[in-house]
């Protein structure tokens, strides 16, 4: 079972840049598909970036160009930099990790973004 600790979330201006991290541990980083899913208030869970694959992206349709996930398979870590930050993107960033094996699916506890002046 993988344990994910995200971090890097906070209060910014908008146009501020921020670096979500998110941390894995207790499982083969390998045998997972990893991604950054965000909850606003009042709305439902949506996709903001994932893997796929070894080397693909895929990004949810508002988050295009503003947004880019990486990681770094060493540190076992997924990054998530998101640039001119919009109220809008006020929520809750989850990490997400997908057994590419079995399907099963874990979340961290998120991390609580707030575009503010």
């Known amino acids: 079972q993988v344990q994910l600790v995200e971090s890097g979330g906070g209060l910014v201006q908008p146009g501020g840049s921020l670096r979500l991290s998110c941390a894995a541990s207790?499982?083969?980083?390998?045998?997972?598909?990893m991604g950054w899913y965000r909850q606003p208030p009042g709305k439902e869970r949506e996709l903001v970036a994932r893997?796929?694959?070894?080397?693909?992206?895929d990004y949810g349709g508002p988050m295009k160009g503003r947004f880019t996930i990486s990681k770094d398979n060493v540190k076992n870590t997924v990054y998530l930099q998101i640039n001119s930050l919009k109220p809008e993107d006020t929520a809750v960033y989850y990490c997400n990790a997908r057994n590419i094996w079995n399907s099963e699916t874990y979340w961290g506890q998120g991390t609580q973004v707030t575009v503010s002046s």
């Open positions: 207790g499982a083969t980083f390998s045998a997972y598909v």
């Open positions: 893997f796929t694959g070894r080397f693909g992206t």
